[in-house]
């Protein structure tokens, strides 16, 4: 059975660095795109990026150039590493997978990221 466990959110000022870290169970990267989703307040939840166990990857413009997506192969975990954080990234950040084939998803519990001073 796939799982899904994010860590890492937490506060931060803003401009300040956060790293999110997906631990990944019951499953393999090459079958799966990864990627990472954020629901914030009163808005719909939205995807910030996606990964390939070939590393291919796609982001939301307004994060680009902040934020990186990585894949840990042996560790079985995608990373996101934040950067220059802005208040408009608060949110909660959610951990997906959907399989290649059947194109069945799976989420993890959610780790919430606030951004303030």
């Known amino acids: 059975q796939v799982q899904l466990m994010e860590s890492g959110g937490g506060l931060v000022q803003p401009g300040g660095s956060l790293r999110l870290s997906c631990a990944a169970s019951?499953?393999?990267?090459?079958?799966?795109?990864m990627g990472w989703y954020r629901q914030a307040p009163g808005k719909q939840r939205e995807l910030v990026t996606s990964i390939t166990e070939d590393g291919h990857t796609n982001y939301l413009d307004s994060v680009k150039g902040r934020f990186t997506v990585s894949i840990d192969i042996p560790k079985n975990t995608v990373n996101l590493q934040m950067d220059r954080l802005k208040s408009e990234d608060t949110a909660i950040y959610y951990c997906?997978?959907?399989?290649?084939?059947?194109?069945?998803?799976?989420w993890g519990q959610g780790t919430q990221v606030t951004v303030s001073s």
């Open positions: 019951g499953m393999v990267f090459r079958t799966y795109l």
């Open positions: 997906h997978a959907r399989d290649i084939n059947s194109r069945r998803e799976y």
